[in-house]
């Protein structure tokens, strides 16, 4: 039989725990509401997300390294390397090993694929998503939006300049 928790003691948490877990499920909440929107609208496209994030990196940066790919598109390297892969079979991207390293894939964008990635952004509307109707809500209680400033500065201190860079301003990722 379980003892009956009677103590204070006992049920005092770690701070450093319930921030943690706190911003964990707060975090996978906010992923759950945005991976749905995007979701949504991907799949006219037949696209997944992790193809989309792709084809945004390597098309911003005209060609990069799977490694690359992993990092900007946040992703483990294996799954930028399938992804890259499957983008490859529908002729969106060209994989090459680099000369110089053979173990080094290199990814480019292809004409097709730049003009899927066009569709996808000029096809965009999030009027009537997940994401749009919270932040609505929010701004007809508060009279704004909410900041992105304090993920800004996450991002920078753990992630460092580059990609706080790459990540400051959404706009130029597109």
């Not at 707060?26 to 992790?50: F, S, Y």
């Not at 098309?59 to 992703?75: E, H, P």
């Amino acid at each position: 039989m379980m003892n009956e928790m009677t103590s204070k003691e006992e049920l005092t948490v770690d701070p450093g725990l319930a921030y943690h877990s706190k911003l964990f499920w707060l975090a996978k909440a906010m992923w759950r509401i945005v991976e749905q929107d995007w979701q949504d609208h991907l799949r006219g496209h037949h696209l997944t997300i992790n193809e989309y994030s792709i084809l945004r990196v390597v098309a911003k940066k005209d060609s990069c390294r799977v490694t690359d790919v992993s990092s900007y598109g946040l992703m483990h390297v294996s799954t930028a390397l399938n992804s890259s892969q499957s983008l490859k079979k529908r002729g969106l991207v060209h994989l090459e090993k680099d000369v110089e390293d053979t173990r080094v894939t290199i990814v480019t964008i292809t004409e097709e694929g730049r003009e899927l990635l066009n569709e996808v952004d000029t096809s965009i509307s999030f009027e009537e998503s997940m994401l749009e109707g919270g932040l609505e809500k929010i701004e007809s209680l508060v009279g704004l939006k909410p900041s992105f400033s304090d993920t800004q500065s996450l991002i920078y201190s753990t992630f460092g300049r580059d990609m706080f860079e790459y990540f400051s301003n959404a706009t130029d990722i597109m």
